[in-house]
Nanobody, 127 residues
Framework: QVQLAESGGGTVQAGGSLRLSCTVSPNIHTNQCLGWFRQAPGKEREGVAV???????TYADSVKGRFTISKDYATRSSYLEMSDLKPEDTAMYYC?????????????????????WGQGTQVTVSS
């Protein structure tokens, strides 16, 4: 059973930075996409960033140039480095991982995530 656990959320002023972490148990499979998604109150969930099986990255237009996704097999983790944060980035952020049977394509996973989810970590950006 794959389990994901996020950490690193918090409250930051506009223009600040945060680093979110997602630890994957038992490990990250080389076929898997790892992604970050967010949901603000009253809004639909949206894809933020994905890193796929060949380490290609895909970002939502709203975060390009500000957010960076990465993964580390040794630490079994995905990271989301967020800089120049804006109040509209305020949301619950969720980590997701695709299934392990087939190599995952990042663009597809960003639009239609399916697989495993963490519990979420709250990010609040004050103006």
């Amino acid at each position: 059973q794959v389990q994901l656990a996020e950490s690193g959320g918090g409250t930051v002023q506009a223009g600040g930075s945060l680093r979110l972490s997602c630890t994957v148990s038992p490990n990250i499979h080389t076929n898997q996409c790892l992604g970050w998604f967010r949901q603000a109150p009253g809004k639909e969930r949206e894809g933020v960033a994905v890193i796929d099986s060949v380490r290609a990255t895909t970002y939502a237009d709203s975060v390009k140039g500000r957010f960076t996704i990465s993964k580390d097999y040794a630490t079994r983790s995905s990271y989301l480095e967020m800089s120049d944060l804006k109040p509209e980035d305020t949301a619950m952020y969720y980590c997701a991982a695709s299934g392990r049977r087939r190599p995952c394509t990042g663009g597809s996973f960003l639009e239609r995530p399916a697989g495993y989810w963490g519990q979420g970590t709250q990010v609040t950006v004050s103006s």
